[in-house]
Each structure stands twice: as structure tokens, then as C-alpha cells.
């Protein structure tokens, strides 16, 4: 018999970047009284690792508990970006229920549409939480319209449409149904969630039956998998099978040495737990996503979705440039292999692959900012290596054509920009779906372009709008080969000798282009300095002092002025590097070279 267990709520978070998803769990964990009163709290707790703090963005998503009354409601943290979207697809599955946060400027925005789809498409109850109410620009009525379009657009059901809203500013940690007077705290939106999210329902007399949806790692006990009990429940030393819904031949005994339960930021160890329970199970070596852990007597897999394939790849070489090993703490290719199979245990969209050389591995994400962030951890950890230009990954269809992964791209710029960013994306073969105008002077444009017409746009886009436009992508899918693209119209200036640069040999090689190093700085032959303002490659030498003789002093070389050197960022440089350069990544320094550096070899290959 299925019942319903109603002392717990299981609810995910979701939302587009920057709508206010982590800020609100944040404050649902203090007035639930899970920090001490005289405990200080970081903001944003959820977001664990440097980059997600730094960056404001949510990478992996998290687990978490409170107590509400006499319900425990287990909250899941979902990521906003397109490229960890294979999260937030597999968490929907832990859940009865989401909360939309959208902005109360913002609206309705590109990824609420790509991340609302999913959870409407499981039948998840939705409450809509309209955030940021207390900004002075909000907006609040328009939104509650521009969400149920949305809503209609994705075809959701009646029950789905006659959903709750709540307006909170996480910030000041208040919610209200009522967008004109503001409430005192969370109370509102912890009731909603009460009432409106169904309890979960399972058999506690049947067969155990529990989802693998995330993995977790940790050095000491190994990989941990994550999951709801959907039927009977689970217990320490208990012996499982673990089968799978597309293996169907996987069947292999193991048993659970520790169980736990999520209480606040903690994992708190439980010796059983029943139907409804999000459970962490250590001590299986090779548990995966998507696994389920049965009884022995009934072993019948949950089907899950299979995870997206990734579309984009780059090449992590060891680094033999003349400055290598100087900077880092693992240079060696053994180094390299492992930290990049370590990888594997936690994130399930990447791919590495050995190749016929032991200095290189080819590695395969969801995008660019899936490997930037990849590459900027493994920098802070201490290891030096180089990258190649990020390259598609094609296929063919059944008629044998080539086929290629496109996005669908939403860009709002403002009115006098939008010319030049049509005539931009026309150029990397992007399709114009639609062109509308959005609120306070701006042209909201709707492309479909391959993916690779979108390596290296951004900054150019950030350029071109005055750091005023927001372009936002969702993949869609392949398509037909849409043909070559030019990419950059500009050549490279290039370092002629090794030493370290002289302001007399930057002033010289100035004129021709943009520097990206300043005096002081270690140069080999064949790294890239800088850009040139032409289409071809120019050696120039840095290094180069002038000569003193009687008549010239060296007074004079101070009155030589620098134009200060553009420093490229991490994602800078991976959109600036061409096929035949790398980009060297080590803790101190991020430098652009050529493949081959000897210059008579490089024009030689360029011949052929």
C-alpha cells in the first residue's frame, strides 16, 4: 500500500543566474534556528568552493535540511547556468515540489524558461517566489503576468497553473502574499510550502528502492551517493543490489557500512531511514548516477533520465614551454591524469579521454564556463599545464551528414547597440528567430547560432555594448553543419627573444597593437605579447635595450610613455587563443603561446 509520509517536505530551488536562489535558502536556514544565535554565518553558506563565492554562481548543487514546526523540509540548491544544467535535471527527481525565484526587476528570463520546463514536464507542483521585492525598480504585478505567459507557454496543466506566489527579499529575510505590504519574516513562505507541496509517498512495506541522483566525494570514505528512498526503507549493514534502468545487466551485492541524514549544513548519521528520506550512502567504491539500491529479492530499477552528452572539448597537455615548471607544485603528465580522472567522481557531464600521446588528454564538458571553472580550480590547487583552443564536437546523422550542437541565444542590449550585434552573429552564421523590445530602452533579440559561433563572442559582445547588454544560452540540440566561420581577424604579436620585457622594446612594439604584458615580465621566443592591429603575425623583440653613448642619456628613456597592457582573464584568454597557440595555466601566470615555438619551424608548418 502506498502511504504518504507527512512529516517531510522535499522541495528543489530553481531559478535563472543571480535571481536570489542561494541568499534565499540562506535565510530559511537561520529562521528555522539552525545557526546558534550568536553564531556567525558567512553569506551565501551554500556556495562552498571559492569560485562559486567569488563568481556568485552556484556550480554543484547542495543539500540541505530545516526544521519547520514539527516538518522537516529538505531543500536542494539548484545551479542557474545552462552548462550545469545536467544537475538540475537529476535533482528534480529527489523532489515533490520547486520554487521558482524570479527577480522582481528581471522577470522572466531565459534560464527560468529552460529550468521551469524540466519540473513542469515531471508534474512538480510549483510555488513561485517573486524575490527582490524591496528593490526600488521592482516591478511585481508585471512579473506575475510575464510568469503565468510563461507558464501558458509550457503548457502546464490547470493545478499547475493555479499556483501560489509569494513576494520575499531574501536579503532582509521577509516573505508576504501580499506584494503591497511587506512581512516580517520567512513564516509565509514556510507555510506555503507546507501546504501546497505534496508529502512523499512510497510503500514502507515493499522492497527497498533508492535513486542514486547526485554523488558526493570526500578523500576519507570515498565516493557518496545521494538519493530519496522511493520505497521501503534502508538501514546500516543492510546487503542491496545495485542495478541500473540503461544497464540492465548491471546487478552486483554490496552493503551499506554508513547511512546519514542532511540536518542543516550537516550530515548527521542515521541507523535507518524510511520512504521520503534523502539518505547519503557511503562505502559502495563505484556507485553512480542513476543507480538504484534494491532488496535482494526484488531488484527493479527507477527509470532516470540519461545525462546530456557534453558538446564542447579541449586539450590539457603538460607544459613544455621554457618557463615550465617554475610556477607550480604538479607538472608531470602522471599528475595531470590523475587530477583529471579525480574529477570524474563528481562531475558526471565531463568526459576525458586518453590520446595517443601521454602528455595530452582530451576533455569534453557542456561549455566553456563548465571547463574555465575546471581549469581555475586546478590552477589554485597548484598544478601548471596548457590548454588548447575549445573545439565542438560534431556528428553525423543517419544520412551521413555532418551535424553540429546549436544554442539558442536571448540578448537584451540597448537600442543603439542592436544593429552591430545582429550584424556580428550574422557573420559567426547566427540566425535571427525574433526581435522584440524589453523594458527601458532595450531590443531583446532571439538567435539560433552553432555553438562554436559563440566561442570567444562574449567579451567581444561586452565590447560592443558598453558592458551594458546581457546574453544568455541554452543549447538546442544539433543541427546541419552550418559552414565555416571566420573567426579572429587579427594576428598575433609575438616575442623574438627570451628575457625579460624593457619599456624601450614595449614602446617600440606598441604601435603595432594591443599588449597584454608590461616591463618587468619573463618572455620566451614564440609567446604571444600582445595583439596586432592586421591580420598577421609579427615578431617583435621586447627585450631590446638602447644603446648609450655619450650624447644620450638614460634620462631620456623616462620620458617614454606605456600605454598600460590589457590583462586578459582566464575566459579572456581561452576566447583570444587561435588553433595553432596554446594557453599556458600555471598558479602565477596565464601566458598565450604558439604550438610550436622555434619561428623557422613554425613558418615551415605554416608552408605546408
Request: hydrophobic share 35%; aromatic share 6%; glycine share 8%.
Amino acid at each position: 500500500m502506498k502511504q504518504a509520509r507527512e512529516d517531510v517536505r522535499n522541495i528543489a530551488i530553481i531559478a535563472h543566474v543571480d535571481h536570489g536562489k542561494t541568499t534565499l535558502v540562506d535565510e530559511l536556514l537561520k529562521q528555522s534556528g539552525v545557526f546558534r544565535d550568536n553564531q556567525e554565518v558567512a553569506e551565501r553558506v551554500m556556495d562552498s568552493n571559492d569560485i562559486e563565492r567569488e563568481r556568485g554562481i552556484t556550480i554543484l548543487s547542495k543539500n540541505t535540511a530545516v526544521m519547520y514546526k514539527n516538518t522537516k523540509i529538505n531543500i536542494i540548491d539548484t545551479p542557474g547556468h545552462a552548462d550545469f544544467g545536467g544537475e538540475v535535471e537529476r535533482v528534480l527527481k529527489m523532489v515533490n515540489g520547486v520554487i521558482l525565484v524570479v527577480d522582481a526587476f528581471e522577470g522572466a528570463m531565459p534560464q527560468t524558461k529552460f529550468v521551469l520546463r524540466k519540473a513542469l514536464e515531471l508534474k512538480l507542483p510549483v510555488i513561485v517566489c517573486i524575490n527582490k521585492i524591496d528593490r526600488p525598480e521592482a516591478r511585481p504585478n508585471e512579473v506575475i503576468d510575464e510568469v503565468l505567459e510563461l507558464f501558458l507557454d509550457l503548457d502546464a496543466s490547470e493545478e499547475q497553473l493555479d499556483c501560489p506566489f509569494v513576494f520575499a527579499s531574501a536579503k532582509a529575510g521577509i516573505a508576504s502574499l501580499d506584494p503591497d505590504e511587506p512581512g516580517t519574516n520567512m513564516e509565509p513562505l514556510f507555510e506555503t510550502i507546507v501546504n501546497y507541496i505534496p508529502a512523499p509517498e512510497g510503500d514502507p512495506e515493499a522492497g527497498t528502492q533508492v535513486l542514486i541522483s547526485t554523488i558526493d566525494y570526500n578523500e576519507y570514505v570515498g565516493r557518496i551517493g545521494v538519493g530519496k528512498v522511493d520505497n521501503g526503507s534502508v538501514k546500516v549493514n543492510q546487503e542491496v543490489v545495485i542495478v541500473n534502468h540503461h544497464e540492465p545487466d548491471k546487478q552486483k551485492k554490496v552493503k551499506i557500512s554508513k547511512l546519514y541524514e542532511f540536518d542543516g549544513l550537516n550530515k548527521v548519521e542515521v541507523k535507518e531511514a524510511g520512504i521520503g528520506s534523502i539518505v547519503a550512502i557511503s562505502g559502495i567504491a563505484d556507485i553512480h548516477i542513476g543507480d538504484t539500491l534494491c532488496s535482494p529479492e526484488n531488484p527493479v530499477p527507477i527509470p532516470f533520465q540519461k545525462i546530456s552528452e557534453p558538446t564542447i572539448a579541449m586539450h590539457f597537455l603538460v607544459n613544455d614551454s621554457p618557463l615550465a615548471g617554475q610556477e607550480g607544485k604538479y607538472v608531470t603528465s602522471r599528475h595531470l591524469r590523475d587530477r583529471l580522472f579525480r574529477e570524474l567522481n563528481t562531475d558526471v557531464s565531463l568526459r576525458v579521454e586518453e590520446t595517443e600521446s601521454t602528455e595530452s588528454y582530451k576533455v569534453s564538458g557542456r561549455g566553456e564556463l563548465h571547463l574555465s571553472v575546471l581549469i581555475e580550480n586546478m590552477r589554485r590547487e597548484g598544478y601548471e599545464f596548457a590548454v588548447s583552443k575549445a573545439e565542438v564536437l560534431y556528428h553525423t546523422d543517419e544520412n551521413g551528414n555532418k551535424t553540429e550542437p546549436m544554442e539558442l541565444a536571448y540578448i537584451d542590449v540597448p537600442d543603439e547597440f542592436s544593429g552591430s550585434v545582429i550584424e556580428k552573429l550574422s557573420q559567426r552564421k547566427g540566425e535571427l528567430r525574433s526581435m522584440g523590445s524589453a523594458s527601458g530602452g532595450y531590443t531583446r533579440l532571439e538567435f539560433s547560432i552553432p555553438s562554436r559561433g559563440l566561442i570567444g563572442y562574449r567579451g567581444e559582445f561586452m565590447t560592443d555594448t558598453k558592458g551594458n547588454g546581457i546574453i544568455n544560452t541554452i543549447f538546442d540540440g544539433y543541427g546541419p553543419y552550418k559552414g565555416d566561420i571566420q573567426y579572429r581577424k587579427q594576428g598575433s604579436l609575438i616575442a623574438f627573444e627570451a628575457g625579460e620585457a624593457i619599456t624601450y622594446g614595449l614602446y617600440n612594439a606598441q604601435e603595432r597593437g594591443t599588449l597584454f604584458i608590461g616591463p618587468g615580465e619573463k618572455v620566451y621566443s614564440g609567446m604571444v605579447i600582445g595583439q596586432n592591429g592586421r591580420g598577421e603575425d609579427i615578431e617583435l623583440n621586447v627585450c631590446k635595450k638602447k644603446q648609450l653613448t655619450n650624447t644620450r642619456s638614460s634620462s631620456a628613456d623616462e620620458a617614454l610613455r606605456l600605454t598600460p597592457p590589457k590583462v586578459l582573464s582566464l575566459e579572456q584568454a581561452l576566447e583570444f587563443i587561435d588553433t595553432d597557440e596554446l594557453l599556458e595555466v600555471t598558479p602565477e601566470a596565464l601566458r598565450i603561446r604558439k604550438k610550436i615555438l622555434d619561428p623557422t619551424m613554425r613558418k615551415r608548418a605554416n608552408m605546408k
